[in-house]
C-alpha cells in the first residue's frame, strides 16, 4: 500500500508568478484535501476534493485553484503568488469523509521571494 | 475566535515528566476529534483518536468532553523522543470532512 506524495519537495518562485503542486493519493482513497500551514501555525485547510468534484472550501480566494483527476491525484494551482503564499503545502487523503482518518503527505515547501 | 484553541507553548519538561494538553473547540456539531503529532519540518501523523468514553494507547490518555467542547491529551513518563508540536483537530462531516487544526502546542523533553 503505497502512501501519499507530494512533489515538488521544495519550490522557490517570484510574487506575481504562478505554481502547480502535485498529490497522489494513498491508495483505496477517494477524497483529497489541501492544506496550507505558515511557520509557527497549524495547517489551515483550503479544499477538498472527492470523486473529482469540489467538495468543500475554506477561506481562500479565487486564485487558489485544484482539480482531481480519475485516479484521484489532485493538483493545487496557485496564481499571482503574494509573499505571503510562503508556507508548507499539504496532501491528505481519505476514504469518504475520512472517518477512518487521514492520511498526509509530507508537503510542498513554497518560498515567494 | 479560532474553532480550535489550544494552551500556548512551548511545554519545557524532564524526562519522566507527565505533562497535559488542552485544547477547545467552538462549533458543537463536531463529530470527530484527533490528536496528531507534528515534528518539526515534517507533516502531521495520527496519533490517537478521541472518544467521548476517553481512550489510553499506551503512555497517552486521551479524553472528550462533549458538554465542555473540551480534548485533553495525557502523556506520561514522557521520553525525548515524545519532543514535536502536539496537534489538536476536529473534524464535521456535516462540512464535507475537512479537519480543523489548533495552533499547535510544542513539547521539549529535556534529559
Known amino acids: 500500500e503505497t502512501g501519499v506524495t507530494q512533489s515538488p519537495t521544495h519550490l522557490i518562485k517570484t510574487r506575481g508568478q504562478q505554481v502547480t503542486l502535485r498529490c497522489s493519493s494513498q491508495?483505496?482513497?477517494?477524497?483529497v484535501s489541501w492544506y496550507q500551514q505558515a511557520l509557527g501555525q497549524g495547517p489551515q485547510f483550503i479544499f477538498q476534493?472527492?470523486?473529482?468534484?469540489?467538495?468543500g472550501r475554506g477561506n481562500f480566494p479565487p486564485r487558489f485553484s485544484g482539480l482531481q483527476f480519475p485516479n484521484y491525484s489532485s493538483e493545487l494551482n496557485v496564481n499571482a503568488l503574494e509573499l505571503d503564499d510562503s508556507a508548507l503545502y499539504l496532501c491528505?487523503?481519505?476514504?469518504?469523509?475520512?472517518?477512518?482518518?487521514?492520511?498526509f503527505g509530507s508537503g510542498t515547501r513554497l518560498t515567494v521571494v | 475566535r479560532k474553532e480550535v484553541e489550544q494552551d500556548p507553548g512551548p511545554f519545557n519538561v524532564p524526562e519522566g515528566a507527565t505533562v497535559a494538553f488542552n485544547c477547545t473547540y467552538s462549533?458543537?456539531?463536531?463529530?470527530?476529534f484527533f490528536w496528531y503529532r507534528q515534528d518539526c519540518r515534517k507533516e502531521p501523523k495520527l496519533l490517537m483518536s478521541?472518544?467521548?468514553s476517553g481512550n489510553e494507547d499506551g503512555r497517552f490518555t486521551a479524553q472528550l468532553n462533549r458538554a465542555s467542547q473540551y480534548i485533553s491529551l495525557l502523556i506520561r513518563d514522557s521520553k525525548l523522543s515524545d519532543s514535536a508540536t502536539y496537534l489538536c483537530?476536529?473534524?464535521?462531516?456535516?462540512?464535507?470532512?475537512?479537519?480543523?487544526f489548533g495552533q499547535g502546542t510544542e513539547l521539549s523533553v529535556k534529559p
Open positions: 476534493y472527492y470523486r473529482e468534484e469540489e467538495n
Open positions: 483537530v476536529v473534524n464535521n462531516y456535516n462540512q464535507g470532512g475537512k479537519l480543523i
Open positions: 491508495s483505496g482513497h477517494n477524497t
Open positions: 478521541v472518544y467521548s
Open positions: 462549533n458543537s456539531a463536531s463529530q470527530s
Open positions: 491528505a487523503s481519505s476514504l469518504g469523509t475520512g472517518s477512518d482518518g487521514y492520511t
